[in-house]
C-alpha cells in the first residue's frame, strides 16, 4: 500500500513535470507572438500598411512564386518520392542524402551555390546568357530559390506517405488487371493523399518564409523579387509598423492554413 | 487449365513445383515453409522464375527460354490471400468494380449488381471496408476476384482468418462457385480437413517440391513416400523387409511381427515401410468373435487422448520390445470408446485390415 502511495506521489509528480515543460514551451512561442500582434494592433495601422501598393505587390509576388514552388514540388517531386519509396538501386543512399542536404545547409549557402551556378558569369548562367536568357535577379530566381530549400520538405512527406501504404494493395490491383499507372493513379496516389498534402502544405510554409536563398539569388527587387520576408526586413529600416503589419500578415496566414490543414487531414482520415 | 513446372530461387530456398490443374480444386498441402505461397505469387506474376513454363488456360504467361514473363495485370486470373487486402478508400461496390474497368459502363453494373447477389453483399454496397466484418470482407474480396470471370482462381488460405461457422459456410459457396463457373483453383492450406474437404485433388508440398498429387482419399490412405505419410497425418508407419507373398497381400517382416500389406505390390527381400492411418485399426470388441484374422495383435493401451468428437489410444504390442514408448496409434469415435468401456481396460487386441496397410516402396 505504501509502495502504491508513493508511486502515485511519483506520478503526480511526473505528470506535473509534463504540464510545466508543454506550459514552458507554449509561452515562449505564443509570447513575442501576441506581443507583436498587440504591438500591432495599438500602434500604427495595419490594414493601411497593408493597403499600401508596394506591400501588395509583395503579396502577389509571395503568392505567385510559393504557388509555381509547389506545382514544381509536386511535379517533380512525386517521381522522386515514389522511386524513393518503392525501389533500391545503386546510388540510393546518395540519392537519398542529397535530398537531405537543403533542408541541414544554411539557405544562403544554397543562394550562393545557385548564383554561381546561374549567375551571368556562372557555368550554367554564362551559356544561357549568352543565348539571351537571364535567370538570376528575377521572380524565376525566386522560384528557383524557393524550390532549393522548400522541395525536400515535399519528398520527405510524399516518400512517407508512398511508404505506408502497404504493397499488398498494388500487387492485389495488379491480379485485378490494374497496369502500373493505373495502379498508381486509383490505389497508390489516393492512399498517400493525406501525406501529399500534408508534404505540400509544409513545402508551400517554407517557400513562404525563405529569406536567405532568395536574397542571395534573386535580391530584394521590389515588384520582381521581393518576397513578403524580404520585405519585412527592407520596411524595418524605414518604417517599422510596416514591418510589423506584414508580419501579422504572416502569423495569421500560417496559423489558418495549419490550422485548416490539421482538421482537413483528421476529416480525411475518418473518411478512410 | 493451370499448368505449372518452372524453378525459382528465393534466397537459399529452392522452389521447383510440378502441376497440372484441369477444371477442378486442387489443394496445395504442405506444412509451412514449404513453398506454397511461393508458388501462388509466382502463378499470379509476383514472382518470377529462374526456369521452366507457366500457362493459365492454354496461355503462356511464363517461358524462360521464350523470354515471355506476362506482368501479373496481364495473366487474367482471379488470386485472392488470407487477408482480404480491400482498398479501404472505396465502398463495396467499387472494389468489386475495380478490375472491370475494360467494361462498357452499364455491363459493369450489371457484373457488380450479379455478383453482390451471388455473395450476399446486398445492402453493403456503399459501405466502406471498414464499416463491415471480417467474414464479409473476406465475401468482398471474393466477389472482386470472381467479377472479372477468370478461369483461373488462386487462393492462399483465404478462410484461415475467418471463424469456424464462417469458414464453412464460405467453403461450401467455394465448391460450388468453382462447380458452377467451372474454374480451375489452386488452394494453399496448411489444414488437411480445410484441404480435404474443398480438393478433389491434394498436392502435397515440402521443400518447394510437390511430392505427390492425387485424388484426395488417394493421397490420404496411399502416401507416395515416407514424408507424404508424416505431412498426411499417418501416425502409424513401419519399417520392414518384404518375405513373402500370401492370399491377402505382401507379408512384410516388421519390429510388430509379420503384417500383411494389401495395397501395393513389392518383391520379396525388398526394404519397404508400411502405412496404416490410426482411424483405420480396429479395436476388437470383446463379446464377439473377431471377424477379421490378417494381422492380429494383442496390445495393452500405455497413454489416450480425448478430442472431444475422437479419442486416440496409444498402445504397445505385446510380447515384442521395440524401446518405443508406443507401437501403434487408434483412433476411435467416442461413442463406441464409451460402450465397448474402452476407459476400464487396458488389454485389448486389434486389428490391420490388409487394405488399409499400405506399402511404400523406399528409396
Request: glycine share 8%; hydrophobic share 50%.
Amino acid at each position: 500500500m505504501r509502495t502504491a502511495a508513493r508511486l502515485r506521489r511519483r506520478v503526480t509528480w511526473v505528470v506535473l513535470g509534463l504540464w510545466l515543460a508543454c506550459a514552458v514551451l507554449a509561452v515562449f512561442i505564443a509570447a513575442p507572438l501576441a506581443g507583436l500582434i498587440a504591438r500591432g494592433v495599438t500602434q500604427g495601422d495595419i490594414l493601411d500598411a497593408l493597403s499600401r501598393p508596394f506591400v501588395q505587390a509583395t503579396v502577389r509576388l509571395s503568392i505567385l512564386t510559393t504557388v509555381l514552388t509547389v506545382a514544381a514540388a509536386v511535379v517533380f517531386g512525386t517521381p522522386v518520392a515514389y522511386v524513393l519509396a518503392r525501389h533500391r538501386f545503386p546510388g540510393y543512399a546518395a540519392l537519398d542524402t542529397l535530398m537531405d542536404v537543403p533542408v541541414v545547409l544554411p539557405p544562403v549557402v544554397g543562394g550562393l551555390a545557385l548564383l554561381l551556378a546561374y549567375g551571368r558569369a556562372g557555368w550554367l548562367g554564362g551559356p544561357l546568357h549568352a543565348a539571351g536568357l537571364d535567370v538570376a535577379f528575377t521572380t524565376g530566381a525566386v522560384v528557383l530559390a524557393q524550390m532549393f530549400v522548400a522541395v525536400p520538405f515535399y519528398i520527405r512527406a510524399a516518400q512517407a506517405g508512398f511508404e505506408s501504404v502497404d504493397r499488398r494493395f498494388e500487387a492485389v490491383s495488379a491480379t485485378l488487371g490494374a497496369a502500373p499507372w493505373r495502379t498508381f493513379r486509383r490505389i497508390t496516389a489516393p492512399l498517400a493523399l493525406p501525406s501529399l498534402a500534408g508534404g505540400a502544405v509544409m513545402c508551400w510554409a517554407r517557400a513562404l518564409g525563405e529569406f536567405g536563398a532568395t536574397l542571395m539569388f534573386a535580391g530584394s527587387l521590389p515588384g520582381r523579387t521581393q518576397t513578403l520576408p524580404l520585405a519585412i526586413m527592407q520596411s524595418f529600416e524605414a518604417s517599422v509598423d510596416d514591418a510589423i503589419a506584414i508580419a501579422i500578415l504572416l502569423v495569421f496566414v500560417a496559423f489558418v492554413v495549419l490550422l485548416t490543414f490539421k482538421v482537413l487531414a483528421r476529416v480525411g482520415g475518418r473518411a478512410l | 487449365m493451370i499448368e505449372v513446372d518452372f524453378q525459382a530461387q528465393v534466397g537459399p530456398f529452392q522452389l521447383a513445383p510440378r502441376l497440372r490443374i484441369e477444371r477442378e480444386i486442387v489443394v496445395l498441402f504442405g506444412p509451412s515453409g514449404a513453398g506454397k505461397s511461393l508458388t501462388l505469387e509466382a502463378i499470379a506474376g509476383l514472382l518470377r522464375p529462374r526456369a521452366g513454363r507457366i500457362a493459365l488456360d492454354g496461355r503462356v504467361v511464363f517461358d524462360a527460354t521464350a523470354g515471355i514473363d506476362v506482368p501479373p495485370h496481364a495473366r487474367h486470373m482471379g488470386y485472392l490471400v488470407q487477408e482480404p487486402a480491400l482498398f479501404p478508400h472505396l465502398s463495396v461496390a467499387d472494389n468489386i468494380a475495380y478490375g472491370l474497368h475494360h467494361l462498357p459502363r452499364a455491363e459493369r453494373r450489371r457484373r457488380v449488381e450479379a455478383f453482390v447477389r451471388l455473395l450476399g453483399l446486398e445492402w453493403l454496397e456503399r459501405r466502406r471496408p471498414a464499416a463491415i466484418s471480417g467474414g464479409q470482407r473476406q465475401r468482398v474480396a471474393l466477389a472482386r476476384a470472381l467479377a472479372r470471370e477468370p478461369k483461373v482462381l488462386l487462393l492462399d488460405e483465404p478462410l484461415a482468418a475467418l471463424d469456424a461457422s464462417v469458414r464453412t459456410a464460405l467453403r461450401s459457396e467455394l465448391r460450388r462457385f468453382a462447380t458452377d463457373l467451372g474454374l480451375s483453383v489452386l488452394l494453399v492450406t496448411h489444414d488437411l480437413s480445410e484441404a480435404y474437404n474443398l480438393g478433389d485433388r491434394i498436392a502435397v508440398m515440402d521443400a518447394g517440391r510437390v511430392l505427390q498429387c492425387d485424388a484426395r482419399a488417394v493421397v490420404l490412405s496411399r502416401p507416395a513416400s515416407v514424408r507424404v505419410a508424416e505431412l498426411m497425418s499417418v501416425r502409424n508407419v513401419l519399417a520392414g523387409r518384404v518375405v513373402g507373398q500370401g492370399p491377402h497381400g505382401v507379408e512384410v517382416a516388421t519390429a510388430l511381427g509379420v503384417v500383411v500389406a494389401g495395397n501395393g505390390a513389392a518383391s520379396i527381400g525388398e526394404r519397404v515401410h508400411l502405412a496404416v492411418r490410426a482411424e483405420r485399426v480396429i479395436l476388437e470388441r470383446r463379446d464377439r468373435p473377431p471377424r477379421r484374422l490378417e494381422n492380429r495383435l494383442a496390445v495393452s493401451i500405455v497413454s489416450e487422448a480425448a478430442h472431444g468428437a475422437t479419442h486416440t489410444l496409444y498402445l504397445r504390442v505385446d510380447g515384442v520390445v521395440t524401446g518405443r514408448p508406443h507401437d501403434l496409434e487408434v483412433d476411435i469415435p467416442s461413442h463406441p470408446y464409451d460402450v465397448m468401456g474402452v476407459a476400464r481396460e487396458r488389454a485389448w487386441h486389434v486389428s490391420l485390415p490388409a487394405e488399409a496397410v499400405h506399402l511404400i516402396h523406399d528409396g
